[in-house]
């Protein structure tokens, strides 16, 4: 059984006992907190995947000058946790469906399509495929306008012209990948909180690619990653600095709460 003692060595009255087991609740909080707070920042750094920069004169996705630079200068992007991005549906109540080729660096024909459901299914294209030039930005080619039913997930095929029927298939959900691997990166394009616009980008090869995932890039409207549909299921986040903001003055004010606790305790 706990013996509580004060400073006299004298056990403690009912008063003081209530301090001590306020002081207690209140470190097993912050405790709590702690915990909580840096599984929440150990869960966002291992949510994104790495996009390497890419080789002149193809561009790179990221940074100055890079492909989401170019295509959007004026929107608020938003990257897509990687967590998220594997498995996608319509958005309830969207009524435009449409997915356009934004452009490619890379010298394979890219060809988007999906699989239909969370697993396993068929790759349908989503035509037509690109084969033109090897590094063209900002394209705006419209494809198939047909609603996608239930769950799906991205996928991007490509081979070289000359050899159509020898082709290599990723998809956006890293099991399926034949070296198991992350092959698609997303951001949401404008209202973060509303936008139901994305832009995301492929890497087209399998093991031993130089995964800068700017083979085949592509724009969807009327669909949104399961878990994440902006117009339905998203809390509105709050910004980081005010996170830190509340978690400081919250930690004050326990730390307040429990020093007066020990001091009755005492
Ligand atoms: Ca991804
Ligand atoms: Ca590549």
Request: overall charge negative; some cysteine; proline content about 6%.
């Amino acid at each position: 059984m706990l013996y509580l003692i004060n400073q006299k060595n004298k056990p403690l009255g009912k008063k003081q006992k209530r301090g001590a087991f306020r002081g207690f609740a209140a470190t097993g909080f912050i405790a709590i907190i702690f915990i909580a707070f840096f599984l929440h920042i150990s869960i966002a750094l291992a949510a994104d995947t790495s996009i390497n920069s890419a080789t002149p004169p193809e561009k790179s996705v990221q940074g100055a000058g890079g492909i989401l630079e170019i295509l959007f200068p004026f929107d608020i992007l938003t990257r897509i946790s990687d967590a998220l991005d594997k498995v996608w549906e319509k958005v309830p109540g969207a009524t435009v469906f449409k997915e356009t080729f934004q452009g490619k660096q890379a010298g394979n024909v890219q060809n988007l399509g999906y699989f239909p459901g969370a697993s396993g299914g068929a790759f349908t294209d989503l035509t037509p495929p690109f084969i033109g030039t090897s590094n063209v930005i900002g394209v705006g080619t419209p494809m198939d306008t047909e609603e996608i039913e239930g769950e799906f997930r991205w996928a991007d095929k490509s081979y070289r012209a000359a050899t159509p029927s020898s082709f290599t298939i990723v998809t956006s959900l890293p099991t399926d990948n034949l070296d198991g691997l992350d092959h698609m990166v997303t951001w949401r394009i404008g209202d973060p909180l509303t936008s139901n616009k994305y832009i995301a980008f492929f890497e087209d090869r399998n093991a031993g690619s130089d995964r800068d995932f700017n083979d085949g890039f592509f724009t969807f409207e009327g669909y949104c990653p399961v878990g994440d549909c902006p117009a339905v299921t998203a809390i509105p986040e709050i910004p980081n600095r005010f996170a830190t903001l509340l978690f400081l003055m919250l930690g004050s004010v326990i730390f307040f709460i429990r020093k007066q606790a020990f001091k009755i305790a005492a």
